[in-house]
């Protein structure tokens, strides 16, 4: 049986990295319940239809501003928005990342595409009910997890929990600015953002201090 020696988890099955903290597991593989499904590596050409497809929808969205008359600013924040999307895709693909750390790249990549929504449009509700939507997603998920899992968690994401936490009070920005004019879901994104900081300083401090001096000094 594999078994990770920095979570101190043992695994059945041919996985070859642990789960949680992506360190190289130890031991002889054992058969698991469930046969595993290979999946093939993707190739260069899954790459080159990524950025096809993105081309063609920078495209027209500027195909479409330019038929509407429409102001510059949201045709390039859209484009913005596509190619942000990309770099995500494009890195899933790549690298081929565990679930858990595509889903806290994942919510960086809506956040990055609702702020630049926003930029472009001005939309309140996009202040009010997107953004905070986002984060508040984000921060109830990852409190969940460090109240589960503590420390094991923390050791390969904490990273993305201290970009959660800070990210989620940047809602009470547009509550406290008026450009919210429903500032209920910013509210809440800032206590969501305030329990997982008090959930990581009571459950994992110790944890969390280690991993934070390593991503400094790395």
Not at 13 to 41: M, N, T, W
Not at 62 to 74: E, K
Not at 117 to 125: F, I, R
Not at 142 to 147: D, E, K, P, S, W
Request: with cysteine; glycine share 6%.
């Amino acid at each position: 049986m594999q078994s990770c020696d920095r979570c101190g988890v043992e695994y059945t099955g041919d996985l070859g990295r642990c789960p949680l903290c992506s360190e190289k597991l130890e031991g002889i593989p054992a058969p698991g319940a469930f046969p595993v499904q290979r999946i093939q590596a993707p190739r260069k050409a899954s790459r080159r239809v990524l950025w096809i497809t993105t081309l063609a929808a920078m495209a027209a969205a500027v195909a479409a501003g330019a038929a509407t008359d429409a102001s510059p600013w949201p045709v390039a924040f859209t484009c913005i928005a596509l190619l942000v999307n990309y770099l995500f895709l494009r890195n899933v693909i790549v690298h081929r990342p565990d679930a858990l750390r595509m889903a806290e790249r994942w919510f960086l990549a809506l956040l990055a595409i609702a702020v630049l929504w926003w930029l472009a449009t001005g939309a309140p509700g996009v202040a009010s009910l997107v953004i905070p939507s986002v984060c508040l997603g984000a921060l109830v998920a990852n409190t969940v997890l460090v109240g589960a899992l503590r420390d094991t968690f923390v050791q390969g994401y904490a990273k993305y929990l201290l970009y959660s936490a800070v990210l989620g009070f940047a809602p009470l920005i547009f509550a406290l600015t008026g450009w919210a004019p429903w500032p209920w879901l910013c509210y809440a994104s800032g206590a969501a953002a305030a329990l997982l900081t008090l959930t990581l300083l009571l459950l994992t401090r110790r944890q969390l201090a280690a991993e934070v001096r390593k991503l400094l000094t790395a």
